[in-house]
């Protein structure tokens, strides 16, 4: 129904940036908040930057001053600037979207298949 498609990452040397990008088709009547979620080895999924249709935004707090999350409405895209990586940041980075696939249906979450990032010290 709904396709997320990541790209952007790879590998960083601590202090560098990266820039990923999501790219939601399919079904879509509505996006409402789009944004990136990060897991690293042997821990939890974590939220780290997700952004409203409005263009509310949201950060994690390690993360605050150094990521940019942004989207383009019209692509349904949705962008995540990182700069000044650290060997923290390393993980698989994966897009979210809520999704309103049809007038009137309830909004529902879609997930990318990921996108890694490491960053070496």
């Known amino acids: 129904q709904v396709q997320l498609v990541e790209s952007g990452g790879g590998l960083v040397q601590a202090g560098g940036s990266l820039r990923l990008s999501c790219a939601a088709s399919g079904s879509i009547f509505s996006i409402y908040t789009m944004g990136w979620y990060r897991q690293a080895p042997g821990k939890q999924r974590e939220l780290v930057a997700a952004?409203?249709?409005?263009?509310?935004?949201n950060y994690l707090d390690s993360v605050k001053g150094r990521f940019t999350i942004s989207r383009d409405n019209a692509k349904n895209t949705v962008y995540l600037q990182m700069n000044s990586l650290k060997p923290e940041d390393t993980g698989v980075y994966y897009c979210?979207?809520?999704?309103?696939?049809?007038?009137?249906?309830?909004?529902?979450?879609?997930w990318g298949q990921g996108t890694q990032v490491i960053v070496s010290s």
């Open positions: 979210n979207a809520t999704v309103q696939t049809n007038w009137g249906t309830s909004y529902r979450d879609f």
């Open positions: 952004i409203t249709k409005p263009g509310i935004t």
